[in-house]
Each structure stands twice: as structure tokens, then as C-alpha cells.
């Protein structure tokens, strides 16, 4: 079945399956995207250079770009220089976007104010690092362990080294604690020499967000663009900030939990007020004050650019709404109190006066994209209407932090209209559409063939309609996959629209779509296996949701099978069903009547989990014990499906939906 499976996906793009294939390069800017960029030029204040002296104040040290941590490669490979930053924007960047990269490349140690650093541009996010009375706290330890070990080392190569006496998580997305491990040992936390602080519902939503993994991760190459080589004509930014590390991810579970708001707590001898704001950024996120220093840290709240309602890796909508009043409630309480606002990202702002008035234009910006979209929907228009009428202000327009570097106007309105209607703009029309494959087919039949089309779209790309030409030449991608014509003309309109883009996030997305349609998707073995610290962290329950979603509905229709779970160590219980081709489990009990009972040790469970073993593996070695017909574990296996890593986003999936 994989065999024909992998023939298949060949048919698509044949360069996939020939060793060595002359990879295609990205083309030059053509005339219409040179004009997008010099009306860009034109639009902004770009002689205004206050971001700039902010991001360099303070700077203590930092390493050459070939000492960074990986940025975009293989684990343990040298970071890839951002020089050709140095030089003004080129045709083949939006001159916004650029001036972003720039900024986001100032990378380094900073002194922020006495007691108070941040590491910048070692990672996607910022270290900041509090000195207490006996230790140093560390807020966010990065993505990776290698990037958090960096980061830790240059702060220790100026300052004095001492324990780390906490480890506070702002919010629960990975680059914000992956690196836990590079900071902190599992020593440090048993023996409670470090404290590990959270918000409330940290690991609920990590383990909710297992569910949906390998898409996210899919999805996140096209947001973050991994796998485009930087330069001019690829991966200049995120936006958010210069690029995520590469190597070894990691979770230390919370020792404590933050569970009201305004909340003070001494940690380590320095009073930090607690902010929580869930459903914000994250589902469970915070903001933290220092009374004594002075300073307002704004997590993922308010950063440098209009943030994501929606992130188009796949996320929950956030309430633009609560987000508002949020920023509002952190600008009341502490706004008079603060000379600098930090975040964990971007630079600092100071001065109490700036940070007064940023707070009121991050309250605003978010408030503007949701009042304005619920406005438009109210009035019936759909989501692609409403992100083609709306308009910053002129007051927001003209304020770089409120610029579309990362998040959209576009995409975050069009993600309001999801959080309040759902998918369906109400025409009966589009309530069960055709498939995409069989609706391209039919599309190009009424537009005379795929020749026609390529014949006028040649003609759209040459007047600088790259938007339709993108779209229309996606209908013949779909209906004939290996047409190279159609795919090198698509794969060109959507490079020029991510030369265009003044989203990080969008740049990517887009060029990295032009690269697969050019050279295809470097395939990775199917794998369903979740990280060794996500296991320890997130409860039994949220691991048997995660074999529900992997059971195949088709196979296991008409099937009933009961297992019974005990992790002896821990005396945990469950009753695992499979009945109507769901997958439910029951926490704390034993079914009496269950096919097959299972006894194993969580180390043992934890080894099948990571594929370091096999069911039949520990069966054999007596590590797990089975009671009933085994052949029932086996069956119930035998309905989970594997996902692909890299599967198809820009063309076809191979075969029907299974």
C-alpha cells in the first residue's frame, strides 16, 4: 500500500523521485511588484529611525552570526548569516518587511535596566533574564535547548553565575519554553532549586494542541519557511522576529501555577504582578510587572506588528475583543508606572510617556480590526469582501508597530468572521461544493482546457494580476498535477505575491509554495510518535484522544473492540472502547468484560509512545503483560493510520480520502 502510495505522489512531480534533480531557482522581480515597492516607499516614514535606537540601546555583547544557534537547518548546524541585511531593500522584498528583518537581526545581549536583560535574536523569541537575590530568574527559555544554552552562556559571560532560581512561562506556545532543558535540569526542579511558573491552563492547552500536531507542523513550514534558504530572493524574517532556532525541543512541567489575576508574588526576592489574559495570544497567557524596576512585560500581547486573531499555521481564533481589553486593563494598571514596556519579542519601548501611548494604539488596533469586521459581517458581507474593504486608519496606518509584519489585516478579519459564523457565508451555493480536484477538472472543461487558461494566464501575469493568476492556474495544478507549464507559471505568480508581501508570514507562505511546485516535497517517513517531555507532561487522557484521532473511521466500521489499561507504577486506570468507529476512553476504571487487559509500567508505555519499542517487543520481553486475546490489542492497532509529515498542501493529495 505505501509503495503504491510513493508511486503515486512520483507520478505528481517527477523531480521528487530523481536523486540529484537540478533544483529550479527563484526568478527576478517583475515590473508590476517593482512598483508595488516603490509605492510602499512611498507610503512610509521610513526616515524615522526610533525603533531603531530603541533595539540597540543597552546592547552589552553578542556572538558573530556563524556562533548563533541553528536558524533554518539541520540540528547542530552553523546559523546562517542575515548580512545582506546590511543593504537597502531590494526589488524582491516589500521595503516594510525589510526594515522589520533589519531591526529583527539586532541580536545580542541588552541591558534593559539594572537587574533586567534580554537576550534578542538568538531565537525567534527573547530571553529575559531577572536578577534576584540568590539566583537569576529566567523568563522563556527560547525554543530550543541549543538556543537556550547559547542565550544563558552569553549572559553569564557578563554578568555573574549564579543558580537559576525560576523559570516563568509567559504562555504555552513551544517557542516559549521548548528550551526549558537548556536552563534548567530535572535536578534543579525535583529538588525544588528552580521554580517553574505558568498561567493557569498551561498544560491543557499543550495537550489539546497534540491533536492537531502534524498539521501544525506542516502548516508552520509554510509560516515560518524553514526550508527557504535566506537571502533577497528567500527568507528574510518572520516578522516576529528573525527566525526560529533548529535543534532539540523540550518541557519541564509547571511546579506552579498562576491562577488569579493581579496576582503579586515575590520570586526570589523580586515582586512581580501577575497579568493573566487567556484566550488572548494564547489560550493561557500572562503579562508580568516589576514594581521595583519599573517595567511592564507584555508577553506576546503587544509587540512590534498587528499580531495574529489567526495564525495560518492552524490555531484557534483569538477574540480581538478580549485581546483589546487586555492591553487596556495592563495600560490602566500599570501604564503611569512603567518607564519601559518589554515583550518576548521584538525591542523594548521607553519612556513612560511612549510606552502610554503604544499600549493605547495596540488596544486600539486590535479593537479597530474586530468592531470594524463584526460591522461589515453584520451587514452581510463574506470574509473575502470584508478583508478587500478594510483599512487601517490613517493614525494606526502610519505607526510601524501596527503594520502587517506578521499578522494581517486581511487574514485576522477574515478571522473574526470565523469566530462569530463559522466557515459558511450563507449562500446555499457553497454549503457542499465539489471537491477540489473534481471542481478543477469541471472548471477547466467550462474554460476550454488547460492550454486556454494557461494562455490568458500568461497574459493576466504579464499585467501584474498575480493574485488571479495563482488562483485560476491552482485549478489546473488540480485537475493535471504533472502539468509543468501550469505548475511553473503558478509557482511564478506566487513568488512575485511573496515578493510583494509585507508579512513575513505571507512571504514565506507564498515562496514556499512556489518551491514545491517547482522541486517538490522532500518526503519524510509517515510517523505518529509525539516528543519525550510532551509525553511526561501532558495527562493519559490527552495521549488516547490522540490514538482517537488517529483511528481510520472506514476501517474500523462495524467493529467493537475493549481494552483495559493499568500503568501499575502509577495505578492509573482506564478502559479504552472502540465502538461506531470512535475511539473513547474511560479514566479510573476496568471494563469486565474487556477483549484484552493490558499491565505495563509508564517507562514501558513511554518507550512504545517514542517507537524506541513495540507492542509485541514488550510483550515478548515481559515488560507488558497481557490478559484476554492479544490479538485484539493488535487489531485495534491495525486501525490507527501513521500521518505524513509532508503531506500535500499545494497540489493534490495522492488517490482518494481514505
Known amino acids: 500500500m505505501r509503495i503504491e502510495s510513493t508511486l503515486r505522489r512520483c507520478s505528481f512531480v517527477v523531480a521528487l523521485c530523481v536523486a540529484g534533480a537540478v533544483q529550479a531557482q527563484p526568478r527576478d522581480a517583475e515590473p508590476a511588484t517593482l512598483a508595488a515597492q516603490d509605492a510602499v516607499r512611498r507610503a512610509l516614514p521610513f526616515?524615522?529611525?526610533?525603533?531603531?535606537?530603541?533595539?540597540?540601546?543597552?546592547?552589552v555583547a553578542t556572538v558573530p552570526d556563524a556562533e548563533l544557534p541553528a536558524a533554518g537547518g539541520r540540528p547542530g548546524a552553523t546559523a546562517t548569516s542575515f548580512a545582506f541585511?546590511?543593504?537597502?531593500?531590494?526589488?524582491?522584498?516589500?521595503?516594510?518587511?525589510?526594515?522589520?528583518?533589519?531591526?529583527?537581526?539586532?541580536?545580542?545581549?541588552?541591558?534593559?535596566?539594572?537587574?533586567?536583560?534580554?537576550?534578542?535574536?538568538?531565537?525567534i523569541s527573547n530571553m529575559t533574564l531577572v536578577e534576584g537575590d540568590t539566583g537569576v530568574i529566567v523568563i522563556d527559555p527560547l525554543l530550543t535547548l541549543e538556543a537556550a544554552r547559547a542565550a544563558l552562556n552569553l549572559y553569564f559571560q557578563h554578568r555573574p553565575r549564579r543558580p537559576i532560581s525560576a523559570v516563568i512561562y509567559s504562555h504555552n506556545h513551544v517557542d516559549h519554553f521548548g528550551g526549558a532543558r537548556g536552563v534548567v535540569s530535572d535536578d534543579d526542579v525535583a529538588s525544588r532549586r528552580t521554580r517553574i511558573i505558568a498561567p493557569q491552563g498551561f498544560l491543557d492547552a499543550i495537550a489539546e494542541g497534540v491533536l492537531t500536531s502534524n498539521a501544525a507542523a506542516r502548516r508552520s513550514q509554510f509560516q515560518f519557511g524553514g526550508q527557504l534558504v535566506p537571502g533577497p530572493r528567500g527568507r528574510v524574517d518572520v516578522?516576529?522576529?528573525k527566525s526560529e532556532s533548529t535543534g532539540t525541543r523540550s518541557l519541564v512541567a509547571p511546579t506552579e501555577l498562576i491562577t488569579r489575576t493581579m496576582e503579586t508574588r515575590t520570586i526570589d526576592g523580586v515582586e512581580i504582578v501577575f497579568q493573566l489574559t487567556p484566550g488572548s495570544e494564547a489560550p493561557a497567557e500572562m503579562n508580568l510587572y516589576f514594581p521595583r524596576l519599573r517595567v511592564l512585560d507584555m508577553a506576546e500581547n503587544a509587540t512590534h506588528t498587528l499580531h495574529n486573531l489567526y495564525a495560518i499555521r492552524g490555531s484557534d481564533v483569538r477574540d480581538g475583543r478580549v485581546w483589546s481589553r487586555y492591553i487596556s486593563d495592563a495600560l490602566e494598571a500599570f501604564g503611569s508606572r512603567s518607564d519601559v514596556l518589554i515583550a518576548q519579542h521584538h525591542w523594548p519601548t521607553r519612556g513612560a510617556e511612549r510606552v502610554q501611548a503604544f499600549l493605547k494604539r495596540q488596544r486600539d488596533l486590535y479593537k479597530f480590526v474586530h468592531d470594524q469586521s463584526v460591522r461589515l459581517l453584520n451587514q452581510g458581507y463574506t470574509p473575502n469582501e470584508i478583508a478587500q474593504a478594510l483599512h487601517l486608519p490613517s493614525t494606526l496606518a502610519a505607526d510601524w508597530s501596527a503594520r502587517d509584519h506578521y499578522g494581517t489585516l486581511s487574514h485576522n478579519s477574515k478571522a473574526v468572521y470565523q469566530r462569530y459564523l463559522g466557515w459558511y457565508d450563507a449562500n446555499p451555493a457553497h454549503l457542499d461544493e465539489l471537491p477540489p480536484v473534481d471542481a478543477a477538472r469541471k472548471t477547466l472543461e467550462y474554460m476550454g482546457g488547460a492550454a486556454a487558461v494557461l494562455a490568458r494566464a500568461r497574459e493576466d501575469y504579464r499585467r501584474g494580476q498575480y493574485r488571479w493568476v495563482a488562483s485560476v492556474l491552482e485549478q489546473v495544478v488540480y485537475a493535471e498535477p504533472t502539468n509543468r507549464e501550469a505548475r511553473a507559471l503558478a509557482a511564478d505568480a506566487l513568488e512575485q505575491l511573496g515578493y510583494q508581501a509585507e508579512a513575513g508570514s505571507w512571504r514565506n507562505a507564498y515562496l514556499q509554495g512556489a518551491q514545491e511546485l517547482r522541486n517538490g516535497v522532500r518526503k519524510r517517513p509517515p510517523s505518529s510518535a509525539l516528543p519525550v517531555d510532551t509525553l511526561n507532561a501532558i495527562p493519559l487522557d490527552a495521549y488516547f484522544d490522540f490514538l482517537g484521532v488517529r483511528l481510520n473511521g472506514?476501517?474500523?466500521?462495524?467493529?467493537?473492540?475493549?481494552?483495559?489499561?493499568?500503568?501499575?507504577?502509577?495505578?492509573?486506570?482506564?478502559?479504552?472502547?472502540?465502538?461506531?468507529a470512535a475511539l473513547t476512553h474511560v479514566d479510573g476504571r476496568q471494563a469486565a468484560d474487556a477483549d484484552a487487559s493490558l499491565a505495563l509500567k509508564?517507562?514501558?508505555?513511554?518507550?512504545?509512545?517514542?517507537r524506541q519499542t513495540t507492542f509485541a517487543e514488550a510483550i515478548a520481553n515481559g515488560a507488558l503483560q497481557v490478559s484476554g486475546d492479544a490479538h485484539k490489542l493488535f487489531e485495534l492497532l491495525n486501525l490507527l493510520d501513521d500521518f505524513d509529515p509532508t503531506f500535500e498542501v499545494v497540489e493534490p493529495k495522492p488517490g482518494p480520502v481514505d
Not at 524615522?48 to 540601546?57: E, K, N, T
Not at 537597502?88 to 537587574?115: C, E, M, Y
Open 47 to 59: 526616515a524615522d529611525q526610533a525603533d531603531f535606537d530603541d533595539a540597540r540601546a543597552g546592547f
Open 85 to 123: 541585511l546590511a543593504a537597502d531593500a531590494p526589488s524582491t522584498v516589500n521595503p516594510s518587511l525589510w526594515r522589520q528583518a533589519q531591526l529583527n537581526n539586532i541580536h545580542g545581549l541588552f541591558k534593559v535596566v539594572d537587574g533586567l536583560y534580554q537576550v534578542r535574536g538568538f531565537d
Open 239 to 241: 516578522g516576529l522576529g
Open 554 to 580: 472506514t476501517r474500523a466500521d462495524g467493529k467493537h473492540i475493549v481494552i483495559n489499561w493499568l500503568f501499575s507504577d502509577t495505578q492509573q486506570r482506564y478502559v479504552l472502547n472502540l465502538e461506531n
Open 602 to 610: 509508564r517507562a514501558t508505555w513511554l518507550a512504545i509512545a517514542q
